[in-house]
C-alpha cells in the first residue's frame, strides 16, 4: 500500500463527487417508487429506520466516532407505511431498501472491513416487502431473517406461537422496479399471495386506472 | 379536502368509519372534479397549454388562449331528441369569451368512451344554448387503441368536433409544466403540485421510475482515474 498523492486525491474527489450525484439520482428514484408503492396499498410514509448503522447524528448529537455508515443510512432502510385496523386486524407494512447485500452474504464480513464483503458483482440491490397481521418482525427475534442474504428469493411466512400473528416477507431484486408495468406485476403478486396466505386484508386501493378492456 | 383523504385523514370522525381515499380513489366522479377543479384555477395561458399538450391534436378555434367565463360540473340539460328521458349530464361545461367546451370524462384511459352520448351531449347543448358559439367536446379517458384522431359530429346546422385525451397523457402535460415554471411561481408550483397529487389518488403513476435515470447525466458521472487509482494504491480494496 502506498499514500496517494495531492494529485490522485484530486482524481479520487472527482469521483467521490460523482458518487454522491449518482447515489442522488438512484435514491431519489428509490423514494419515488416508495411512494408510488405506498399510493397503490393506499398508505403513507410513517418514518424510517436504518437497519445497518445508527441514524445519522444530527443537532449536534452523535460523535465523530460514529462509523461513516451512520451518515450513510440508505445502504439497508426501512420505509415504514403504517399501521392500520382492518377488520380488528392490526396490519403493518414496510418496503426495505437493501443497497446491497455484499456485507450478509459473506458470512463473518465486519461492517467496518468492506473488504470483507461479498464482491459488488456477487451482491444484489433491491426492495423487501413486509407485512405484519396482529405481528411485527421483532416478535420472532433470530427467526426472523432481517438480515437476508441475495439468495433468498422466495416468500418466508412466520406464525406467532398462539397462530394469531402472521408475518409476510419477500425480496424483489430492483430491476422488478425498473418501470410502472414492473411495480405493478410486483405489487398484484405480493398482494396476491398475502391474500391467499392468511393477510386477505392486504389490498391495492385501486384498479389499474389504464387498464385495457 | 384532497390532503385530508390522501392521509387517510377524511371519513375518520363518523359514526361508521368509511375508507374515503379508498372510496376517492375508485371514483369517477372524484378524479374529475379534483382534476378539472383544480385546472381552472391556472392562468388561462397554462391551462390551454396543458389541455392542447395533454389532448392529441387538440386545436383551439381562437388565435389566443380565451379566458374561462363559467365553469360547471355535471349541469342537467334538456334531453330533446336525445336517448335520455329526462336530462342529459356531461361532466364539466366550460364557457369562454371565444367558444364552449364539453367535457366527457371516464374513469379509465381506455374502451369506455361512447359516440353516442357524444352526440347525445352536443344535441342537449344545442337545445339549451343554440348555435350562436362554436362549441368542441373533449373526452377524456376511455378512448380506444387506435382512436386518438379527432372524431367529427354531424348534425343539420354544424359539425362538431370531438377531440380525445387520455388521463395518463394530460398527467404528462402537467408534470412537463411544473418543470418548466420559472422558479418567482411558486402559487403555480403549489397548484400543479396538487393536480398531480390527485392524480396520484387515484392510482396514476406520479413519479420518476429507475427506468428514467438521465443519460446525459449518468455518461457524466462516469468513473474516472480517482477509483481506479484507490484500487491500485490502497490495500481497503
Redesign the interface.
Known sequence: ????TQE?L???????R??Y??LY??Q???M??V??IA??L?R?YHGGWCWFSSVAPRDGRGSLDNWAWDWLNMYHYEFFLGE?LVDGNRIRLAVILQSDTGFYDHSGAEKTD??SFAPVEESETRLRFLVGKNTWHGEFGKDFPATETRTSVGYTQLKTADGSGTLITKSFP?TS????TG?RQVLDEFVTYCQSNGIPEIRL????????? | MLHAI???KAGRNFQDAV?W??LF??SEDSLTSSVFGHLFYLPASLLWEVLCKGAYNLELPCQSPPEIISYEFWPRWDATHTANTYSVEPDVFVRTSEFDLIIEAK??????QNPKQWRDQVQAYLNEYGCEKNVLLLAVGGID?GDEQPTHLTFPSRTILVYKC???TLLGALRTAQQQLPPDTPHLSHLLKDLIAAF???????????????GS??T????????Q??LS?????
Open positions: 500500500m502506498s499514500e496517494l490522485d484530486v482524481a479520487v474527489a472527482l469521483d467521490v460523482k458518487a450525484r449518482l439520482l438512484f431519489a428514484r428509490v419515488d417508487t411512494k408510488f399510493e397503490q393506499g403513507n392500520e468492506i473488504r430492483i422496479f425498473l418501470n410502472e411495480t386501493s385501486h384498479s389499474h386506472p389504464a387498464a385495457i378492456i | 390522501r392521509n387517510n375508507n381515499r379508498s380513489g375508485a374513469r379509465h384511459d381506455y374502451g369506455q387503441h387520455r388521463w395518463r396520484g389518488l387515484h392510482g396514476y403513476a406520479t413519479n420518476d421510475w429507475l427506468a428514467t435515470m438521465p447525466e449518468l457524466r458521472l462516469k468513473q474516472g482515474n480517482g477509483l487509482t484507490l494504491k490502497s490495500s481497503q480494496f
